[in-house]
Nanobody, 121 residues
Framework: QLQASGGGLVQAGGSLRLSCAASGRTFSSYTMAWFRQAPGKEREFVAF????????SYTDSVKGRFTISRDNAKNTVYLQMNSLKPEDTAVYYC????????????????WGQGTLVTVSS
């Protein structure tokens, strides 16, 4: 089970940190990822943190602004979002899967419930 939190309303240029707490699984053996879905659009990959080797990856539109991290002792993954833009407005979902990398929904085994991020201009 994945429980996401930390969404909210922020002005453009502001920051938010999303958290996703995992339970009922061997957290350290799963790649953790964040996806987002804007109104009327498909769910898209944002970032992942691999369970092996600490590899991270980001979609181009968030590189240099967002940072994904994980704390295996707390079974939690984070998404630090800085310099937010109105186009970052979406419901953000945390996700988990056994693959070394997760960049598409097909590799997701479990989804969190989503947390809404709204960036005003």
């Amino acid at each position: 089970q994945l429980q996401a939190s930390g969404g909210g309303l922020v002005q453009a240029g502001g920051s938010l940190r999303l958290s996703c707490a995992a339970s009922g699984r061997t957290f350290s053996s799963y790649t953790m990822a964040w996806f987002r879905q804007a109104p009327g659009k498909e769910r898209e990959f944002v970032a992942f943190f691999s369970w092996s080797g600490g590899r991270t990856s980001y979609t181009d539109s968030v590189k240099g602004r967002f940072t994904i991290s994980r704390d295996n002792a707390k079974n939690t993954v984070y998404l630090q979002m800085n310099s937010l833009k109105p186009e970052d407005t979406a419901v953000y979902y945390c996700a988990a899967g056994p693959a070394l990398g997760i960049i598409d929904v097909g590799r997701v085994e479990s989804w969190g419930q989503g947390t809404l991020v709204t960036v005003s201009s």
